[in-house]
């Protein structure tokens, strides 16, 4: 099956810096590549996925990047705030099943 | 539109006791899934359905059974608990083709 490995496990940026979280994956028939935001005690939540035919996506604040040939794919949050503060997870999948990285935990400092 | 919900919030068993955890969307999606959260795990799949009468296996099956009798509707059933079941546990409804939404989530303890 698929393997999802995400990098780092945690990371502490000063408010207004950016933060870049990355991911691995190794199942080239994965196709789709999911983000989520998780609060502590909350569920989790998309906030942006990108498809393999697309190498960049960016909405706001938040932008993610895929390279098909390395098979790894990256999150990058610019002007970061407090609220930014969580654990974000990616996930890849080819269809029926989704496989998640094991998570980063994002604090960002006034 | 509630979206997809689950329950219960909380619940704790004893070891060997069997229960259901429910989950409901009403959003007429085909495809739902459960997973199981860990700490410094992630999460992982346990079982998913692609619509009514139809379940399949995910990552970690094992001691869990689905059945998907209505679109609406796909519990979860824990036959006989252990202490490893101990976890948070997710829905989810997918609306084609892949974006997934979860439920607020189930934080079973196994003693």
């Known amino acids: 099956g698929e393997n999802v490995e995400q990098h780092p496990s945690t990371l502490s940026v000063q408010e207004g810096d950016s933060a870049v979280i990355k991911c691995t994956y190794s199942d080239s028939a994965s196709n789709y590549f999911p983000w989520y935001k998780q609060e502590l005690g909350k569920r989790p939540q998309l906030i942006i996925d990108i498809r393999s035919n697309v190498g960049e996506k960016k909405d706001q604040r938040i932008a993610v990047t895929l390279n098909k040939t390395a098979k790894h794919f990256s999150l990058h949050i610019t002007e970061t705030q407090p609220e930014d503060s969580a654990v974000y997870f990616c996930?890849?999948?080819?269809?029926?099943?989704?496989?998640f990285g094991t998570g980063t935990s994002l604090t960002v400092i006034p | 539109n509630a979206g997809v919900t689950q329950t219960p919030k909380f619940q704790v068993l004893k070891t060997g006791q069997s229960m259901t955890l429910q989950c409901a969307q009403d959003?007429?999606?085909?495809?739902m899934s459960w997973y199981r959260q860990d700490p410094g795990m992630g999460l992982r799949l346990i079982h998913y359905s692609v619509g009514a009468g139809i379940t399949d296996q995910g990552e970690v099956p094992n001691g869990y059974n689905v059945s998907r009798s209505t679109t609406e509707d796909f519990p979860l059933r824990l036959l006989s608990a252990a202490p490893s079941q101990t976890s948070v546990y997710f829905c989810?409804?997918?609306?084609?083709?892949?974006?997934?939404?979860f439920g607020p989530g189930t934080r079973l303890t196994v003693l």
């Open positions: 989810a409804s997918t609306r084609p083709p892949d974006t997934q939404y």
């Open positions: 996930a890849a999948s080819s269809g029926n099943q989704f496989y």
């Open positions: 959003m007429n999606h085909e495809y």
